[in-house]
């Protein structure tokens, strides 16, 4: 049986509370297992309130929205990121303006970031990838005496940390994803974290068609109506009480990925080193996510010749990123080649192994195994 890059995981009480759903009569949006998503996030990360959206996708769109961006506004994010990162800003005809990312945590540079800001900058997106912290102080100290509002695509960081304090809690809006690859799904999903309390009525009535229907729900106004411009984000009660089974046991599911995490981290170590193969970096003052585990190979030629090897021996190891700044799109907003140098050589030797929360341990000894059979 090949060992795949990713399973879903079920913890237990997904269907029960699915079941739950259907019986209660309500499947739709914001009903009992939606609410107490909101309220388990809420809590359990210190934050104002929490929105589950159909996406990270939608809710960075709705990140966008919020913030009001106009054509020609410069949004700064990340090359080194998922293509959602930045098309939610563009879609509002935002410009998006590429940062470089730093060699080892691979997260925006912050030592460059304010070269980049401009009188049209109007947001910064940082992407703490693999649930590894950017460097939150100086990224803040800079939006803050700039008057920019940060937001967080915080897609691999549920419950990591940066100087003990979550991922998602310092921009003004931060975005979750609940899709099939990250710590917790339900298949698809997400949820827009806000931090700045002046966003959370207009978010409510964005998520909800334009209209004040939350209000109306909670008895503050005796009808609903059109009140602004919105859409439809808000996931089915099915999908929240399947996420919910998945929150409540967040501790079990981080210490397995821990496990996984640390074992790997432990038996590469001498193989890297004899291979010149980086390890992935944690700084001290970061509690990472344990989203995945990468390697970093001395260029493209020897990362796509392990990607052979392993999947030869039945292992389905990925590659991630490409540079955004060198997609058609990004080059349609003046990308070249050399404009992020970390970002392309790192997009070039990244490699993925598996990782997902119910790997067995014999298929984890497995890859490591075949792994190590590889010399670079
Ligand atoms: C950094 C980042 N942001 C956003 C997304 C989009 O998430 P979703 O599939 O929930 O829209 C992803 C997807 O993997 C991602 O890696």
């Known amino acids: 049986m090949p060992i795949t890059f990713n399973k879903p995981t079920f913890v237990g009480k997904e269907f029960e509370y699915m079941q739950q759903a259907l019986q209660g009569d309500h499947i739709s949006g914001d009903g009992q297992f939606s609410k107490k998503s909101h309220a388990l996030l809420e809590q359990a990360l210190g934050v104002p309130k929490v929105l589950l959206t159909t996406s990270c996708t939608h809710a960075l769109e709705m990140s966008a929205l919020l913030l009001d961006l106009k054509d020609g506004d410069e949004v700064i994010v990340p090359s080194f990121t998922f293509v959602s990162t930045i098309n939610a800003f563009v879609l509002r005809n935002a410009k998006p303006v590429f940062a470089d990312i730093r060699p080892d945590t691979l997260n925006l540079d912050e030592s460059r970031l304010e070269a980049l800001i401009t009188p049209k900058t109007r947001a910064i997106v940082v992407v703490h990838y693999a649930g590894v912290a950017c460097e939150m102080d ?85 009808k609903y109506t059109w009140v602004n411009v919105g859409s439809s984000y808000l996931p089915s009660d099915m999908l929240a009480g399947f996420l919910l089974a998945q929150l409540e ?28 193969v980086q390890m992935p970096f944690v700084p001290a003052h970061c509690d990472q996510s344990y989203h995945m585990f990468y390697l970093l190979f001395p260029n493209l030629e020897k990362r796509q010749a392990a990607i052979a090897h392993l999947k030869e021996r039945g292992v389905h190891a990925v590659f991630h990123y490409l540079p955004l700044h060198l997609s058609p799109m990004g080059e349609k907003y003046g990308g070249k080649p050399g404009d992020c140098e970390v970002t392309e050589h790192i997009s070039d030797q990244l490699l993925r192994l598996p990782f997902y929360t119910n790997m067995t341990a014999e298929d984890q000894t497995q890859v490591i195994k075949m792994l190590k059979e590889f010399t670079v």
Do not use: C
Not at 140 to 158: Q, S, T, W, Y
Not at 261 to 272: F, I, R, S, V
């Open 138 to 222: 100086a990224i803040m100290e800079i939006a803050n005496r700039l008057k920019i509002p940060v937001v967080e695509d915080n897609a691999h960081g549920l419950f990591g940390k940066y100087k003990g304090k979550y991922l998602g809690t310092f921009g003004v809006l931060a975005t979750q994803s609940f899709h099939e690859t990250k710590n917790f799904t339900s298949g698809e999903g997400g949820a827009l974290l806000i931090n700045d309390p002046k966003y959370i009525d207009d978010a409510e009535i964005l998520r909800e068609k334009g209209t004040n229907r939350s209000r109306f729900f909670r008895g503050q106004v005796d």
């Open 249 to 276: 046991e967040r501790e079990q599911i981080q210490n397995r990925r821990r496990d996984i995490w640390e074992t790997y981290y432990k038996e590469l170590g001498d193989w890297a080193e004899e291979n010149h």
